[in-house]
């Protein structure tokens, strides 16, 4: 005997068994001369018996079987039906559908781990409704962009035809660490999505809350997982991912994971932007899906867009910068532009010329690519020198240098490979920061915030050119300890000595670097090469005259946790750990590897700098 689960609400009348075909019967409502059919309390039981929310919206002139648009996500919001509806307004089936444990789930909270099973559930159930027709696609940002790659982890549903994940959290490798860095800002993030059924925005919305515990941890010097015994609060999901700082079984359940990325046939569109913080999961997936296949249909648009610029219509003003008309798109009119072209057949986006489709900030104008590599027809390497440049700049904090703003050099080839840059960082004193990361709010500035790391510069280019990809490349360096967290950025200084900073910065533990599922300590006092790890990627229209300029630097601040050098874990570590002080040698055989495309006329290095 079939087992029937019978919920009747004020909205929705659901039979939801395994051998009968689900019977609804929606409300009517009529908004600006359009009729919708909603369900907005539908309960799907999954494979383990868990109940997802979800809401249903047709257009009820469309009486035959349509493809359905899905929402996954944990956002829960009241205001979700006008997603619904708007995928209505573009003739389709829109479904909003909850993790489990929101909204009108009777469940646990559970983030992360059971989206996989729970996603493709969900689009089972869609495709054996009356009014589908077997063709789904999926789309949203951050964590709305991972479940959509965790819904393919087990294999594609039949009726998936596509996904379009924007600036895409990707668990275990970008959020809650970058490069094996844990970041700050997801301390809160537990309580905003789990504290009830729908979001707690009062006490996220605190942000006097979260910078007061940020300085008091920061200032007591206490364990990072005791971070929540500061704010009184327990947070036990945020402790229970401190438990697995490497790239384990755990983070490897919840997306696919190399071969499995293979299966995944289905035409896909990734979106986000050169100062999107998610840029580094979206660059994950792009890169993990091309390598296990090679026949991937994996469109990317990027520009100068921040997380939430990237999901939807860019500001024409971020950061103190004012985006080239040509990036002043609307990117949700492009995703149902695509979906109208994989499920209803029509042509495709006149913006996807190719794979790869990025906005060049500063010459107005998209370039575009068959992949990441193509995108440059060069690169300029520069090494880390110990000598002086000559040239001045505005320094918004004394760098330690002796009170001097003068960059050092960026040279072509190592002048002095045995040259170096010595830099300490005091763990027990917090009258200061070193700076990375969090250290800058604006794209455009006239000082250049290097706290007490150091700068480096180019001599200043006699001919435009573009800077197209990411930059990689080594730190060549030795410790007095077995671990450190650093950071790299990247800036043009112009003519005018204003600093455009080209991406967010990079930041990294040494220790995982070579290895994410594997932590390999270094070897106090010994010179070591450390690669670049998942580094975002950017697009500008460098100017004659002007200067590229490098910033490295040590992690030490209140907004990520502190790797003391122990080799103990690092959420464990505390004051205690702090003595003796991190010495780094940064050795000029370091380098930067720069990505760009030259002018039709081949410009050799001579040309591009005096």
Excluded at 9 to 35: A, M
Excluded at 110 to 136: H, L
Excluded at 540 to 566: A, C, Q
């Amino acid at each position: 005997m079939a087992s029937v689960l019978v919920l009747v609400t004020t909205s929705c009348f659901l039979i939801h068994c395994k051998q009968k075909k689900d019977i609804q019967v929606p409300r009517t409502v009529i908004e600006d001369n359009t009729t919708y059919l909603i369900q907005d309390s539908i309960l799907i039981q999954t494979r383990d018996g868990v109940k997802i929310h979800a809401i249903v919206v047709r257009n009820s002139k469309i009486t035959k079987p349509n493809p359905a648009i899905l929402f996954h996500t944990i956002y829960s919001r009241k205001s979700d039906l006008q997603k619904a509806k708007m995928a209505a307004d573009h003739g389709y089936v829109g479904v909003i559908s909850y993790t489990r444990g929101k909204g009108l789930s009777p469940d646990s909270i559970v983030p992360f781990k059971k989206e996989a099973t729970d996603t493709y559930d969900v689009i089972e159930w869609i495709s054996r409704q009356e009014w589908s027709d077997q063709k789904v696609g999926m789309y949203g940002g951050s964590y709305v962009g991972f479940v959509q790659w965790a819904s393919v982890k087990h294999g594609v549903h039949p009726a998936l035809k596509t996904i379009v994940p924007s600036v895409s959290v990707a668990p275990g490798i970008a959020e809650p660490m970058e490069n094996g860095v844990h970041q700050n800002f997801h301390f809160p993030w537990h309580h905003y999505v789990s504290n009830n059924k729908y979001l707690d925005t009062t006490l996220y919305s605190n942000g006097q809350r979260w910078q007061d515990l940020n300085m008091k941890w920061y200032g007591e010097g206490v364990a990072y997982n005791k971070m929540d015994s500061l704010d009184g609060l327990p947070n036990p999901q945020f402790n229970e991912r401190l438990l697995h700082p490497t790239y384990d079984a755990y983070w490897q359940s919840m997306m696919p994971y190399k071969e499995e990325f293979s299966h995944i046939d289905i035409p896909v569109l990734s979106t986000t932007g050169y100062y999107d913080g998610g840029q580094t999961g979206t660059r994950y997936y792009l890169n993990e899906h091309t390598k296990y296949n090679k026949d991937a249909a994996h469109y990317l648009v990027i520009g100068p867009y921040t997380h939430f610029g990237a999901q939807g219509k860019p500001n024409t003003h971020i950061l103190g910068y004012d985006i080239d008309p040509a990036a002043q798109i609307d990117i949700t009119g492009l995703i149902f532009e695509w979906f109208d072209h994989i499920l209803k057949g029509k042509k495709k986006p006149s913006l996807l010329k190719d794979k790869i489709n990025y906005e060049v900030m500063g010459a107005n104008k998209w370039g575009h690519a068959p992949s990441l590599e193509q995108m440059a027809n060069d690169t300029l390497t520069y090494y880390l020198s110990s000598k002086r440049s000559g040239v001045a700049f505005k320094s918004t904090y004394d760098s330690g240098n002796n009170g001097e703003n003068v960059h050092f050099s960026l040279e072509e080839r190592p002048s002095d490979p045995k040259g170096y840059l010595e830099q300490t960082i005091d763990f027990l004193d917090r009258s200061n920061f070193t700076w990375n990361s969090s250290g800058w709010g604006s794209i455009i500035a006239d000082n250049l915030t290097i706290g007490q790391g150091f700068s480096f510069v180019t001599e200043p280019f006699t001919s435009d050119f573009e800077i197209n990809g990411s930059f990689g490349g080594e730190m060549s360096v030795s410790i007095n300890k077995k671990d450190f967290d650093y950071s790299v950025a990247l800036y043009e200084q112009t003519p005018d000595g204003k600093f455009f900073a080209l991406t967010l910065p990079y930041v990294g533990r040494a220790s995982y670097v070579l290895n994410r599922e594997k932590r390999q300590l270094l070897r106090p006092n010994i010179k070591t090469k450390i690669p670049f790890g998942i580094v975002r990627m950017t697009s500008k229209k460098i100017g004659k005259g002007s200067r590229l300029v490098v910033v490295v630097n040590g992690i030490k601040d209140p907004f990520t946790e502190i790797n003391y050098g122990s080799g103990k874990p690092v959420s464990e570590e505390n004051m205690t750990d702090a003595t003796p002080p991190l010495v780094i040698t940064w050795y000029s055989d370091s380098h930067i590897d720069i990505p760009v495309k030259k002018n039709k006329i081949y410009l050799s290095m001579a040309t591009l700098c005096k």
